[in-house]
């Protein structure tokens, strides 16, 4: 049996890490001096109402070294191999320390560390893939060919509602959020070789804006990868959310449309009301 596990940035919900046996990572989240585990013990809502009192965004770092040694010493015993993803490696070091871990405790050769080059269900469409295939009996190997494979195909992006976060990350200047504000600007960010940048910009209320946008996906969404799309949200109404489920139900193309809510990192850079649907192409 082969064992998928995943940093905590896959942001797949209580259910599907339980359906598909998922071991998690957590990242760690830095409200000031407080720490705390990603999906542990602290939740989005948190993270915005210290945000907002504190006028700053919250540190993330990837998980410690002893700590993804000891999440391996869980499985390792019982499994044939581990195949282990994480968010992008430009834009955190949890690639780094979950293969260093690995070196640590001698099995390297039992474990395969994978650059999701993404981030949120970005990465969650992979750890999905190559949980199904640990299940269908495939060796580390295949699995990992068929995922490296899928990686370039995996089509991740967002409305994000506000500039006000992505200023306080410094991914934004002060003057630009204020006319964004000003002007009802929504940026779309999307993930292209493992980078974060803004393609577009939307102007309206944001429901407008995200059915703009999903329209706009439609043409991509009729010739993807028919298992499954994702809407994942950091808190966005459920009028929107629903809405945009409504629309991918309708074009009849996916078995499943499965809705996350993003976990700590991707929220406290992005803020609340962002919402990405996300997909794999076809070659």
């Known amino acids: 049996m082969i064992k998928i596990l995943s940093d905590s940035t896959c942001d797949l919900s209580k259910e599907l890490v339980e359906r598909y046996d998922i071991g998690i990572i957590p990242l760690h989240v830095y409200l000031g001096t407080q720490e705390y585990l990603d999906g542990v013990d602290i939740v989005p809502k948190k993270i915005y109402e210290w945000s907002d009192a504190n006028g700053a965004t919250p540190k993330t770092s990837a998980p410690a070294i002893d700590d993804v040694e000891e999440i391996y010493k869980k499985y390792i015993d019982d499994v044939e191999g581990m195949v282990v993803f994480t968010i992008s490696s430009s ?8 293969k260093l871990a690995a070196e640590a405790l001698g099995i390297k050769d039992k474990v395969v560390v994978i650059d999701s080059a993404n981030l949120s269900t970005g990465i969650g469409h992979l750890v999905i893939e190559a949980a199904e295939l640990a299940a269908a009996g495939k060796s580390i190997g295949e699995i990992e060919k068929e995922i490296l494979r899928l990686r370039p195909l995996v089509r991740a992006s967002f409305i994000v509602d506000t500039l006000e ?44 804006v995200i059915v703009t946008y999903t329209r706009e996906l439609e043409p991509e969404l009729v010739k993807a990868k028919t298992d499954r799309v994702f809407i994942t949200h950091s808190g ?6 629903f809405k945009v489920r409504d629309m991918l139900v309708e074009l009849g193309c996916f078995k499943e449309v499965l809705i996350t809510h993003a976990g700590c990192v991707v929220s406290s850079h992005c803020g609340p009301g962002t919402l990405g649907v996300l997909f794999i192409a076809q070659e």
Do not use: Q, W
């Open 91 to 98: 834009m955190s070091a949890s690639f780094n320390v979950c």
């Open 165 to 208: 976060y992505l200023h306080r990350g410094g991914r934004c200047s002060g003057l630009a959020a204020m006319f964004g504000s000003v002007l009802k600007l929504h940026p779309r960010i999307v993930v292209t070789n493992g980078a974060m940048s803004s393609d577009k910009k939307y102007r309206g209320n944001l429901e407008s």
């Open 236 to 241: 966005c109404p459920d009028e929107i959310t």
